[in-house]
C-alpha cells in the first residue's frame, strides 16, 4: 500500500492503524511525507503487535519524534515480520534512536533501518 505525499496526518495514520489490526494480505506500507507525527506513528507501531504480514513499514519524511520511535522500539521487540523500517528524515533524536538500537539486540529480522537526518547526537 502506497500512500506516499498525501498529508494523512495522524488521525489518518490512526485509521490504517486501525484497519491494518485485522487485515492480513498487505505486506509493504509507504507513508512518506504525510505530516505523521507521535500520535500517528505510535498507532502504527501498536498495529505491529498485532499484525505479522506487513515486511515493510515506510515513514520517511514525516513529524516522528522520540515518543514514536520509542513506540516502535517497544512494539518491535516481539514483531518478527517487519525487515525493513525507515524513518530517515524525522526528529527522533537521541531517545528516539537509544530505544531503536535496544529493540535491535532482541530483534534478528529488520535487516535495513534508515535514521539518516534524524538529529542524532553522540549519546544516540
Known amino acids: 500500500l502506497y500512500l506516499d505525499v498525501n498529508n494523512i ?6 485509521s490504517l492503524a ?3 489490526s485485522v487485515n492480513s494480505t498487505i ?20 498495529m505491529l503487535s498485532v499484525n505479522f504480514t506487513i ?8 513529524k ?3 515518543v514514536g520511535a520509542t513506540a516502535f522500539g517497544k ?10 523500517l525507515s524513518l530517515h528524515d524525522n526528529n527522533i ?16 529480522t529488520i535487516t535495513v533501518l534508515t535514521l539518516g537526518n534524524n538529529k542524532i547526537g553522540h549519546v544516540g
Open 64 to 66: 516522528i519524534g522520540h
Open 18 to 20: 486501525g484497519m491494518l
Open 9 to 14: 496526518g495522524d488521525a489518518g495514520a490512526t
Open 75 to 84: 512494539a518491535l521487540r516481539t514483531n518478527s515480520a517487519i525487515t525493513r
Open 27 to 46: 505486506t509493504v506500507l509507504t507513508l512518506g511525507n504525510n505530516n505523521i507525527g507521535d500520535v500517528g506513528s505510535t498507532a502504527l507501531a501498536g
Open 93 to 108: 533524536g537521541d531517545v528516539g534512536s537509544t530505544a531503536l538500537a535496544g529493540m535491535l539486540s532482541v530483534n534478528f
Open 55 to 62: 515486511t515493510q513499514l515506510h515513514l520517511w519524511d514525516n
